[in-house]
């Protein structure tokens, strides 16, 4: 149990540095290249034997936009890998898999329909304080 534990903070903080890395990579390529602007890397996913890492990115624009600039993403592959195996200290470098971030909208989905029920109950509530009218 406490290995288990151990390696979960492991592979956090080995996540952490990979988000921080490939992070500050694809603000490099953002800058160079006007293509990937609209594209936000949010989290960053190591499989359990550590040989892929996903990519999880996100834009405002939606997953199509995204699938659009995927070939563009898949350029930059190998760049990506090679700065990222320079910059950390690991035996192998792991593959890289990119992936539209759908969480945020869910998100947004999610806090719409909890706006929209509170202001139901609101409405409710306001409804139910009027005095009702007597004949």
């Not at 936000?40 to 939606?62: I, M, W």
């Amino acid at each position: 149990m406490a290995h288990s534990r151990i390696s979960d903070i492991k592979r956090a903080q080995k996540q952490s540095q990979l988000l921080r890395e490939l992070s500050s990579y694809f603000l490099r390529i953002t800058i160079d290249d006007e293509r990937m602007k609209d594209l936000v890397l949010n989290r960053v996913k190591l499989s359990r034997d550590k040989s892929v890492c996903t990519l999880y990115f996100y834009t405002a624009q939606g997953e199509m936009h995204f699938q659009e600039l995927m070939p563009y993403l898949i350029l930059y592959k190998p760049s990506m890998r090679k700065a990222l195996a320079a910059s950390i200290n690991a035996r192998y470098t792991p593959q890289l898999v990119f992936k539209f971030d759908a969480a945020f909208e869910q998100q947004l989905q999610i806090d719409a329909l909890l706006d929209k029920i509170k202001q139901e109950n609101e409405a409710l509530e306001a409804s139910a304080e009027e005095p009702e009218e007597q004949e």
